[in-house]
């Protein structure tokens, strides 16, 4: 089994980071192998909506989505973390969303087996949690069209400084367990 995780942060060592590690600690304590990226540290572009994808493998953005596009292909489970940004996740994180238009066949589709598990995972300042669940829940929606399966949407609020998250005991144990949980999925 092999996890892909990934955050879309610009701040190293924050919040995301922490719960997203969190999860990956839990998975790797079961003996499982996961690949970490750090999105904000990629050169990852827009969509061009050339439609390439439709009639090829792969995407004519050459960048370092392309070797992402293969760890989405070849993963047993995703995990995804972003911050919050203005009610939403960040560009960041929505740069690498959207080149997910590569793995989409032109029958709505997905050029991997459908129900990819996924974790999505949100830090945020604000302390309601439930304050941005419209966004989160269009957010699962929108990756359940695209066959993920959302397994869980774990979100860390009262996140200001970037070691708000480290703080938050109920959200570690909430990861790690979630972790675990991904281990035992069949594919
Ligand atoms: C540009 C920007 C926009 C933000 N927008 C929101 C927001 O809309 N709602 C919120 O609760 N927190 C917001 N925050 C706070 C971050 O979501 C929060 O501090 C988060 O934990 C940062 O994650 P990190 O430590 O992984 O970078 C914003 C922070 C920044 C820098």
Redesign the pocket.
């Given at each position: 089994m092999k996890i892909l995780a990934l955050?879309g942060?610009?701040?190293k060592d924050?919040?995301?980071?922490t719960v997203v590690k969190a999860i990956i600690a839990g998975a790797e304590s079961k003996g499982t192998t996961v690949n970490y990226y750090d999105l904000s540290k990629l050169n990852i572009s827009g969509c061009k909506a050339c439609m390439y994808c439709k009639t090829n493998d792969g995407c004519a953005v050459k960048d370092d989505m392309l070797p992402l596009l293969e760890e989405v292909l070849t993963a047993d489970a995703v995990i995804l973390g972003s911050?919050?940004?203005?009610?939403q996740m960040t560009a960041q994180t929505k740069l690498f969303v959207d080149r997910l238009f590569a793995l989409l066949n032109p029958d709505y589709t997905m050029k991997f087996k459908e129900g990819l598990p996924l974790v999505l995972v949100y830090?945020?300042?604000?302390p309601n949690i439930n304050?941005?669940s419209g966004y989160f829940d269009m957010t699962a929606k929108m990756f359940e069209f695209l066959q993920f399966k959302v397994v869980n949407t774990l979100v860390?609020?009262n996140?200001?400084d970037?070691k708000?998250?480290e703080k938050n005991e109920t959200v570690i144990a909430k990861a790690k367990e979630i972790g675990e949980y991904l281990t035992t999925i069949k594919r």
């Open positions: 955050t942060s610009p701040r924050g919040n995301t980071e911050p919050v940004y203005m009610w830090t945020q300042g604000q304050a941005f860390c609020g996140c200001r970037k708000d998250a």
